[in-house]
Protein backbone atom coordinates (compact mmCIF):
# COMPACT_ATOMS: atom_id res chain seq x y z
CA UNK A 1 0.00 0.00 0.00
CA UNK A 2 2.75 2.38 0.37
CA UNK A 3 3.70 2.23 -3.14
CA UNK A 4 0.13 3.07 -4.18
CA UNK A 5 0.42 6.46 -2.01
CA UNK A 6 3.62 7.45 -3.04
CA UNK A 7 2.09 7.32 -6.75
CA UNK A 8 -0.87 9.15 -5.65
CA UNK A 9 1.75 11.49 -3.68
CA UNK A 10 3.49 12.05 -7.04
CA UNK A 11 0.35 12.98 -9.30
CA UNK A 12 -0.98 15.42 -6.69
CA UNK A 13 2.35 16.98 -7.35
CA UNK A 14 2.57 16.79 -10.79
CA UNK A 15 -1.12 18.27 -10.87
CA UNK A 16 -0.33 21.16 -8.40
CA UNK A 17 2.67 21.81 -10.89
CA UNK A 18 0.77 22.16 -14.04
CA UNK A 19 -1.72 24.21 -12.50
CA UNK A 20 0.93 26.92 -11.24
CA UNK A 21 2.24 26.50 -14.92
CA UNK A 22 -0.96 27.06 -16.45
CA UNK A 23 -1.84 29.94 -13.71
CA UNK A 24 1.63 32.06 -14.19
CA UNK A 25 2.64 30.76 -17.30
CA UNK A 26 1.75 33.85 -19.48
CA UNK A 27 4.95 34.97 -17.62
CA UNK A 28 7.61 32.66 -18.27
CA UNK A 29 8.39 33.32 -22.08
CA UNK A 30 9.27 30.08 -23.10
CA UNK A 31 6.10 28.90 -22.68
CA UNK A 32 4.40 31.49 -24.26
CA UNK A 33 6.17 29.76 -27.25
CA UNK A 34 5.25 26.05 -26.55
CA UNK A 35 1.92 26.14 -28.44
CA UNK A 36 3.43 27.87 -31.52
CA UNK A 37 7.01 25.93 -32.58
CA UNK A 38 7.93 25.58 -36.43
CA UNK A 39 6.47 22.72 -37.32
CA UNK A 40 3.29 23.10 -35.91
CA UNK A 41 0.70 22.28 -38.74
CA UNK A 42 -2.20 25.44 -38.91
CA UNK A 43 -4.44 25.29 -42.00
CA UNK A 44 -7.10 28.48 -42.30
CA UNK A 45 -9.69 28.33 -45.08
CA UNK A 46 -13.20 30.61 -44.92
CA UNK A 47 -15.03 28.66 -42.26
CA UNK A 48 -12.43 26.10 -41.24
CA UNK A 49 -9.33 26.40 -39.10
CA UNK A 50 -7.44 23.08 -38.41
CA UNK A 51 -4.55 23.29 -35.74
CA UNK A 52 -2.26 20.59 -34.98
CA UNK A 53 0.79 21.14 -32.04
CA UNK A 54 2.55 18.10 -33.41
CA UNK A 55 6.02 19.65 -32.74
CA UNK A 56 4.82 20.78 -29.47
CA UNK A 57 3.30 17.01 -28.45
CA UNK A 58 6.81 16.13 -29.67
CA UNK A 59 8.75 18.07 -27.16
CA UNK A 60 6.61 17.79 -24.19
CA UNK A 61 6.56 13.64 -24.79
CA UNK A 62 10.11 13.94 -24.75
CA UNK A 63 10.23 16.33 -21.67
CA UNK A 64 8.05 13.67 -20.23
CA UNK A 65 10.26 10.77 -20.70
CA UNK A 66 12.77 12.24 -19.35
CA UNK A 67 11.38 12.97 -16.05
CA UNK A 68 9.88 9.73 -15.93
CA UNK A 69 13.05 7.89 -15.87
CA UNK A 70 14.56 10.28 -13.40
CA UNK A 71 11.45 9.34 -10.92
CA UNK A 72 11.67 5.20 -11.65
CA UNK A 73 15.26 5.46 -10.57
Not at 21 to 46: A, F, Q, T, V, W
Request: charged share 10%; glycine share 8%; hydrophobic share 55%.
Amino acid sequence: MSQFGKIIVIVGVFLVVIGLLLSYGKNIPILNKLGHLPGDIIIKKENFTLYFPWVTCLVLSLIMYIILNLLRR
